[in-house]
């Protein structure tokens, strides 16, 4: 598939995931107010997110958390770029820790 990055892709929305799929609203709306108190505005972006972080669960990379996310959304995942950005915008804010195994560097 060619890539146009002028081109942005429609921000996916809460209400894309399937039936039965995504996390625990309660555990959800949790890190909600962990990203608001932290001062980071939600986005659907960052709520489609948080589905996956929680999912993906402990320990998951960012294409771990993709390929959760493409499931969830029936292959309309977010990019991998948009992805990593928000992923390192949640980790400089406090909402999440950055867990660097030995094997990656």
Same mark, same amino acid.
């Given at each position: 598939?060619?890539?146009?990055?002028?081109?942005?892709?429609?921000?996916? +929305?809460?209400?894309?995931?399937?039936? !039965?799929?995504?996390?625990?609203?309660?555990?959800?709306?949790?890190?909600?107010?962990?990203?608001?108190?932290?001062?980071?505005?939600?986005? +659907?972006?960052?709520?489609?997110?948080?589905?996956?972080?929680?999912?993906?669960?402990?320990?998951?990379?960012? +294409?771990?958390?993709?390929?959760?996310?493409?499931?969830?959304? !029936? !292959?309309?995942?977010?990019?991998?770029?948009?992805?990593?950005?928000?992923?390192?915008?949640?980790?400089?804010?406090?909402?999440?820790?950055?867990?660097? !195994?030995?094997?990656?560097?």
């Amino acid at each position: 598939m060619p890539a146009f990055p002028e081109h942005r892709r429609s921000p996916p +929305d809460i209400r894309q995931i399937l039936p !039965g799929m995504g996390a625990s609203h309660t555990r959800v709306r949790q890190l909600e107010e962990r990203c608001r108190e932290s001062g980071l505005k939600m986005t +659907d972006l960052r709520r489609v997110l948080l589905h996956g972080i929680l999912e993906a669960g402990q320990g998951a990379t960012a +294409d771990e958390i993709w390929k959760i996310l493409d499931r969830m959304l !029936g !292959g309309h995942a977010p990019s991998h770029g948009s992805i990593q950005r928000n992923l390192n915008l949640l980790v400089q804010h406090g909402v999440l820790r950055r867990d660097v !195994g030995p094997n990656r560097v």
